[in-house]
């Protein structure tokens, strides 16, 4: 069984299906593949790698219909944009928990993989002017991946002259 198939066969923490009908809205299969996708992720997805997993699965959409169901999915705080920067900058998309857990992200400049910091809350370092409210923050780190460390550190990745 591939990851793709793993991923839509094992039960969802909570129910995409409910989750969308909660929120008044069309239960169609693209928003429910592409919450189900989210909800299995351990890493925040762009476009083109949720295109992928429907792909996979064998679930027809388009790329307007993918960014409709992405938008619609932010609007409803079941999911949220964590933008891209440098050479990618590419929006991904993660599961936004109802708990209200927060975390940091590490994006590696190198290869453009995103990944969750669980254990580093993203904090926010100075007090707000009266009448400002705190909605959300965000934390990136950029660095390289561990695969584009040792890359770089290897004498054959030495640039040649």
Known sequence: MTQTEARHTHAAPTDARALIAARGGRVTRTRVAVLEILQASDHPMSHDELAAELAAADIAHDRVTLYRALDWLVEQALARRIAGSGNDRAWRFELLRADGHR????????????????????AVAVALPAGFQLDRAELVIHGACPDCGVERASPAAAPRR
Do not use: M, S, T, Y
């Open 103 to 122: 975390h940091a992200h590490f994006h590696c400049d190198r290869c453009g993989q995103v990944i969750c910091l669980e254990g580093l809350e993203p």
